[in-house]
């Protein structure tokens, strides 16, 4: 663990071993921290605040592109140990999330140098009033383990920028590709206490700098269940919350085939269909059924799945054996309310470890199963044939679940109809729902269970700072 700029063990001596989904090994032995350990990092967190402020705005632009570039030095390294740590392809994927990061440091160096606010006009002649924008303090900043390099820098790299100190604590299962991100850091010579690294269980470790009174703001990415539980125990306090999604991909009877089918591959398929933004289920007009549910299984069986360091492949194993196990349940569930298989269906055997997953195509999936109600977050595209516009957008939005949605249609009308009334954060026309870039708002609509806050370029330096306002009294009292 990381704290106060020193690597250090737990005050227990607790370790507990990472193992590569991959290939089952053990890959390192880490420290499992404690409530005291926590609490150590966010004493030290809170020294880190000094040492930030006293960098100038300009300063701590520099910081963040001097971590891009020692990133950018070691980015061999990195990919391979994420992929060792979570399983993602080397050459199709793991290589593709280490470029993000390392855009990500340096949109961050980019944006807090036009982190402008205003002046504002007010009613007494003797006023002016302005506003500027404050570091929070000291963050909380807690995070998954299907992007576990580029989802850290969403909060670390703007977090920094702003002037918050942050004690983070990630996924245990991905822990090992944290140390090494944490390791570019010091590199880099990011202020000690500026950055703290703690190891270990989220209800352990991540409850205390959630609901530790030394903390002054939660951000989290994580399933629904896990951030209602962090908001609660983090009561009072900002919170940014990035969580899960059950993403409906429509394909309007007017779609480009070819265009839909390849986009909702990739929204099922793409790291496994461990995504937020997944394509979760995809409703698909009757009359183009059939071509959709063929091109998509066309898909499925010629993904390569096998050995994540291997060129050809272009799908690992699932991360952790509870995704796994998820997947397995969400499956027997749809066949047990009547969904046919038509591509894959099951674990894939034959490799080592039980976390490979065939690439699997559902059709006929009833409404009330569980795969179109819940996240699966495993390599599932599920087909659920509609008939009308309003029974689509009726299905689409009857979901507890509002992060991202995809609609296929030729007819810019339909498409601005669907894009307005689909209850997701981020509607995507004629593309997967997994299209995203680094700067552009992310997070769930209002009154589901997605999250709260957008993440993404400037809009994360906003949801990371206090708006101050400051009213200067200008009149001069050597005038009478
Ligand atoms: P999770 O909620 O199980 O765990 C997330 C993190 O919270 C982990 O670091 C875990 O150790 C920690 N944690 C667990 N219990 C805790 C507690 N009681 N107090 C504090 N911390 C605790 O989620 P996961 O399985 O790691 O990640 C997958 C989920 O993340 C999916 O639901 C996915 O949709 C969501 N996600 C959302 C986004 C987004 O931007 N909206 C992005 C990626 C992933």
Same mark, same amino acid.
């Given at each position: ?40 990092? @966010? ?107 580029? @989802? ?42 500026? @950055? ?54 429509? @394909? ?37 059924? %059939? ?18 360091? %291997? ?17 397995? =349940? ?16 099951? =674990? ?24 179109? =109600?819940?996240?699966? &977050? ?10 009308? %516009? ?17 609609? &296929?249609?030729?007819?810019?009308? =339909? ?8 209850? $997701? ?43 101050? $306002? ?11």
């Amino acid at each position: 663990m990381y704290i106060g700029g020193r690597w250090v063990d737990s005050v227990s001596r607790a370790t507990y071993q990472a193992r590569s989904p991959a290939s089952g090994e053990m890959i390192a032995t880490l420290p499992e921290g404690t409530r005291e350990d926590a609490q150590r990092a @966010i004493a030290a967190a809170r020294e880190g605040t000094e040492r930030l402020a006293r960098l100038s705005v300009w300063e701590r632009a520099k910081l963040c592109a001097r971590v891009a570039d020692v990133l950018e030095r070691h980015k061999d390294e990195l990919a391979r140990t994420l992929t060792l740590d979570q399983g993602k392809p080397l050459h199709s994927e793991a290589k593709a999330e280490v470029d993000a990061t390392v855009a990500g440091w340096r949109n961050a160096a980019d944006h807090v140098k036009w982190l402008e606010t205003s002046v504002i006009p007010v009613e007494d002649p003797h006023k002016r009033v302005l506003t500027i924008r404050q570091a929070r303090g000291v963050y909380a900043v807690i995070t998954p383990w299907n992007f576990p390099l580029n @989802i850290p820098t969403e909060y670390l790299a703007p977090g920094l920028a702003a002037v918050n100190a942050m004690v983070w604590v990630p996924a245990p299962t991905t822990s090992v590709v944290a140390v090494k991100l944490v390791e570019c850091l010091e590199e880099a010579e990011v202020p000690a206490g500026a @950055i703290n690294l703690v190891t270990g269980p989220g209800p352990v470790v991540g409850d205390e700098i959630v609901a530790h009174a030394g903390t002054d703001a939660v951000a989290f990415t994580g399933s629904s269940a896990t951030g209602e539980h962090i908001a609660r125990r983090a009561a009072g306090k900002p919170l940014l919350l990035e969580l899960g999604g059950n993403g409906p991909t429509l @394909i309007l009877d007017d779609a480009n085939l070819e265009q839909a089918a390849n986009a909702a591959a990739f929204g099922a398929f793409f790291n496994a269909g461990q995504v937020c933004s997944a394509a979760e289920r995809i409703l698909v007009h009757r009359s183009v059924h %059939d071509e959709v549910a063929n091109r998509l299984v066309d898909h499925a069986t010629h993904i390569q799945l096998g050995d994540p360091f %291997d060129e050809r492949t272009q799908m690992g194993p699932l991360n952790n054996q509870p995704v796994a196990e998820k997947t397995d =349940r969400h499956l027997a569930d749809a066949l047990a309310r009547g969904a046919k298989v038509l591509a894959g269906g099951s =674990r894939a055997r034959g490799w080592p470890t039980d976390l490979y997953y065939q690439p699997t195509v559902l059709t006929g999936v009833a409404r009330d199963a569980m795969i179109n =109600r819940e996240e699966t &977050f495993g390599p599932v595209a599920p087909l659920i044939p509609f008939q009308t %516009d309003e029974e689509a957008l009726a299905w689409a939005n009857d979901s507890t679940l509002g992060l991202v949605s995809a609609v &296929f249609t030729r007819d810019l009308s =339909r498409a601005f109809w669907f894009a307005e009334r689909l209850r $997701t954060g981020i509607v995507n026309v004629n593309d997967s729902t997994n299209y995203w870039e680094l700067h552009i708002p992310f997070g769930g609509v209002a009154g589901k269970r997605s999250g709260v806050g957008r993440l993404g370029g400037r809009h994360t330096l906003y949801e990371m700072t206090d708006l101050r $306002t400051i009213c200067l009294d200008v009149r001069r009292l050597d005038q009478g």
